[in-house]
């Protein structure tokens, strides 16, 4: 980082009343982003602070993928369109975000290319050819890549941008159920994920009819409430039925050796999570960051005189190897031209969760202040213990981050009766909205019309007693056209 870099360390937005300016500040200062080159709107670089978080994420997702049958393959970025055609619902669903390739070098191609805005249609033919008998099945394969959608939309890091990094699973299944297993098996692990790394509860559901994955029978989803009011889709999960397997004839023999198509599924988890986990923990300091994913979980900050400087060095740097050797991501900022103050600014800004403050006091007593990066709050460690209490402390700052989080989503689940309170509610809180819902899109298109909030979910019917006590109770009617409501919708804005 150069010195003029430094002058302008601080975040200036707010995030509260400057939401979208304050977030892109916080991509920009913390390190983690810059936009694409001019003439190439809606696309990022993702700088190695930012790189770092996705692989992180990246890893949690993976080794829970492996461990429950899947396995890593991969398949060219481009799609023939006559493949992308087989499915019609694909066509139709992606045709205006589909970025063509007409020429290889100087010669024009006789079937243009779609670069990939999913990959169903390019997966399937293969795994058409993968599977020949039940005994091939349950075939499951994810892939890690990048896809383009071309939305004219304004960019922003990780939740609008035309090329985002993400994962797709594919997998072919015997029955109908199983491939509903999968695909609840799935979204599981994507709430796991975000709970368990990320700190952000998440709320699961189902997509409206309208609204799901092109070609799909269901679309499942997690979405987190972000502080602005707005809700994310966090990840999707789909049951694909046999529409794809019938269009790419993904078939078995049975036992019995009789013909069948097969059930398939895919599912699907980008970097829209980290834009979540900004948007989420971070404040008008910078970053903050989940010591899970965090790049350093602790620096030590050494406070010297020059007649301290020594032992105060000293002192730290065997406190940081106590650290190493205990697995703990550990800094040791004994940078000579900076002042502590600048320093506990710097770090601040780059969402490190945990400072060591060593000082001669310290040194003298044997002990450690560590700052917890979320609230400020200050504990004094044992030098002796201290690779266990710094692990405690770690603990205490993702708990600090999931409640606050969570205790946005549980203040922000309000319940409308009527179109006015529908939109009433929205426009004053924002959060979700839950409301009796006959099923029929021109009633979300009734609330969409004055408003740019929709039906983000449905949830589960088994998970409903979890989240609403009565809302449905008796003969519930639509809010907005008052006929039999049979479903319970969550409005929301969304990003
Ligand atoms: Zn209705």
């Known amino acids: 980082m150069s010195d003029d870099d430094d002058q302008t360390l601080g975040i200036t937005e707010s995030k509260e009343y400057a939401t979208g300016d304050w977030y892109a500040e916080v991509c920009q200062k913390a390190g983690l982003t810059n936009y694409g080159p001019e003439g190439m709107s809606g696309f990022i670089v993702a700088r190695p602070r930012a790189y770092g978080l996705w692989e992180r994420v990246q890893g949690e997702l993976d080794a829970r993928f492996k461990d429950t049958g899947v396995q890593n393959a991969y398949f060219p970025m481009f799609i023939p369109e006559s493949y992308l055609e087989r499915e019609k619902d694909i066509v139709e669903g992606f045709d205006p975000e589909v970025a063509w390739v007409t020429h290889g070098g100087h010669e024009e191609l006789e079937e243009r290319l779609a670069v990939r805005p999913t990959s169903e249609s390019i997966i399937a033919p293969y795994m058409s050819q993968w599977v020949r008998s039940h005994r091939d099945l349950p075939l499951r394969v994810n892939q890690w890549a990048s896809v383009v959608r071309w939305e004219a939309t304004e960019t922003k890091p990780f939740f609008r941008t035309k090329e985002f990094l993400w994962q797709e699973g594919h997998t072919a299944h015997e029955t109908h159920d199983e491939a509903w297993e999968e695909t609840l098996l799935r979204l599981d692990q994507y709430e796991e994920v975000y709970e368990d790394v990320l700190a952000i509860p998440v709320m699961r559901g189902q997509k409206p009819d309208h609204d799901k994955f092109p070609g799909a029978d269901t679309t499942t989803t997690v979405e987190a409430l972000m502080p602005d009011g707005k809700s994310v889709q966090g990840a999707t999960s789909h049951h694909l039925g046999q529409s794809f397997a019938e269009a790419f004839d993904i078939t078995f023999s049975d036992e019995d050796e009789e013909e069948r198509v097969a059930h398939t599924t895919s599912w699907g988890f980008s970097w829209r999570s980290l834009g979540a986990l900004i948007m989420t923990h971070s404040d008008e300091q910078g970053l903050v960051l989940p010591p899970t994913l965090a790049p350093e979980q602790v620096v030590v900050v050494p406070i010297w005189q020059s007649d301290t400087k020594d032992e105060v060095l000293g002192y730290a740097e065997e406190v940081v190897d106590d650290l190493e050797d205990a697995g703990v991501r550990v800094e040791l900022d004994d940078r000579d031209e900076r002042n502590p103050g600048f320093k506990f600014n710097e770090w601040e800004l780059k969402g490190v969760p945990v400072r060591f403050e060593i000082g001669p006091h310290e040194v003298e007593d044997g002990e450690i202040t560590a700052v917890h990066r979320p609230d400020g709050e200050e504990v004094t ?68 019309e004055q408003m740019a909030a929709e039906i983000v979910m449905v949830p589960f019917p088994d998970d409903e007693e979890k989240h609403h006590d009565d809302v449905l109770e008796g003969d519930a009617e639509c809010a907005v056209c008052g006929d039999d409501a049979d479903e319970t919708a969550y409005f929301a804005k969304s990003y």
């Not at 405690?392 to 600090?400: H, I, M, N, R, S």
């Open 381 to 448: 460690l044992d030098r002796e213990n201290v690779a266990e209490g710094v692990q405690a402390e770690l603990d205490t700052v993702y708990a600090k981050l999931f409640a606050a989080a969570e205790e946005n989503i549980e203040e922000n689940v309000r319940d409308a009766d009527d179109r006015a309170g529908i939109l009433g509610t929205l426009g004053q809180h924002g959060g979700y909205v839950r409301t009796p819902w006959c099923g029929d899109e021109d009633c979300e298109d009734e609330i969409s």
